[in-house]
Structure formats: C-alpha cells, structure tokens
C-alpha cells in the first residue's frame, strides 16, 4: 500500500532561518505530490502541487518544493521563515494521471515552531 | 464563495451508539472526500463519493459508511462507536478528475467527535 514518511515531527527554528521537510513516499508509478498546510485553529489549505512537468514547483507564500523521482521525495523548502509560519505540514500522495486529489494519502504532519 | 460546510462542530456521543457528520462542498464541486484526524495516526483517507458514488475507500471496518447526495452533500455514518472512534472527522471537496489538471481539495473545519 502506498505511504507517505515524513522525518521531522517536530522543528523549531528562528526567525530568518532556512527551512527544509523531508517527505518520501513507497509508490514506483505515476504519482501526485502536494504538500498543505494547517495554521493552529484553522482548516488545511493547499502550499503546493505537483502533478508533471518542472519537478520544481513554487506554491504559496514563498514555499517551494522539489520533486526527485529517483528518490522518491518530494521536500518542502523555504529561505526564510516566519514567525507567521508556525503551523503544521503536511506531505500527501494520489495515484495515478489527472491529478485527482480524492484520495490524498498524508504523511502523520512536521509542526513547525518558529521562535520571534 | 463559500467553503466546505460541516456540520456539526463538535459532539459528543456514548460507546455503541452512532453517529451521522454531514458535509456540504463548494458550489460546483462533485467530489467529497473523508478523512479521519487523530494523533496518533494522523489524517487517514476514509472515502471518496463522485455523482453519488464511492470511487475509493481506505482501511477502515464497515462500521464507517459514508452516502452522497444529488446535490453532492455527503454524510458519513459510523455506526457502534468505539473510543478510539473520537477524532476530527474532516471533508474536503473537489472538482473531478478530468475537468481541470488544477483541481484542488478544499478542506471544512472538521467535526471534532468525542466518545465516552
């Protein structure tokens, strides 16, 4: 069955620091990689998406990530973080061509603290 | 316009009895999906309906069941609470595979489920 690791469970960092969260997922095939974000008291939302194309994709609020196939990760970077940052992230994997996001298989979440 | 609607908040229910979550998606939107957030185990996949159909179903016993409506409102039932039933029940929408290569789930707020 397909999964999703995510090596951090938790990292805190100051203000200005560089970010970067692991994500590997097992399936060989064809897959859809997204990352989303869940603010504390807030629902999920959307960073960033990769369906095909430039494994380096940019997302929302200076989030990137770079898909290696060969590594099967798909990290999560920023340069520099925010306070405003803080939340909890969350890797995540369909199957398949199209892109569907029906059937989002998650990692278990790296929360993220940043320090003022 | 408006979000993913669910409905109730939160509740609060006795082993063995069971229990209906409801879910109204975007405008538009014929995909409903439903997941299961604890912390242990993080977001679990549970089910997908399109047009009234379950197009995919995770790992979960037969106590969980889940329905779609003509107008795309799902609800999920789960049946013989367990304790280790209590979580945060979230739904997501999105638009079909197929129609767009940009498709996104939108995720509600959840209902936070607590058995006693």
């Known amino acids: 069955a397909q999964s999703v690791s995510q090596h951090n469970h938790h990292v805190i960092l100051s203000e200005a620091a560089s970010l970067e969260l692991g994500c590997n997922y097992s399936y060989g095939g064809t897959v859809n990689l997204f990352w989303y974000v869940q603010y504390p008291g807030q629902h999920l939302q959307l960073l960033l998406k990769?369906?095909?194309?430039?494994?380096l994709v940019k997302g929302i609020k200076g989030f990137e990530a770079e898909f290696i196939k060969s590594k099967f990760s798909f990290n999560l970077r920023k340069p520099s973080v925010q306070w405003s940052d803080t939340a909890e992230y969350f890797c995540a994997v369909t199957q398949g061509y199209g892109g569907s996001q029906g059937n989002l298989i998650f990692g278990k979440g790296t929360k993220l603290s940043v320090k003022p | 316009k408006a979000g993913v609607t669910q409905t109730p908040r939160y509740l609060i229910k006795t082993r063995g009895q069971q229990v209906t979550l409801s879910c109204s998606p975007i405008?538009?939107?014929?995909?409903v999906s439903w997941y299961q957030q604890t912390p242990g185990q993080g977001l679990q996949f549970l089910f997908e309906y399109f047009s009234e159909t379950q197009r995919n179903k995770g790992n979960f016993p037969g106590r969980f069941s889940g329905r779609q409506f003509s107008n795309s409102r799902s609800e999920m039932n789960v049946s013989t609470l367990e304790l280790g039933d209590s979580a945060l029940y979230l739904c997501?929408?999105?638009?079909?595979?197929?129609?767009?290569?940009?498709?996104?789930?939108?995720f509600g707020q959840g209902t936070r489920l607590t058995v006693v």
């Open positions: 997501a929408s999105s638009l079909p595979t197929g129609l767009s290569m940009n498709t996104e789930a939108f």
């Open positions: 405008s538009g939107h014929r995909s």
């Open positions: 990769y369906f095909s194309g430039d494994p």
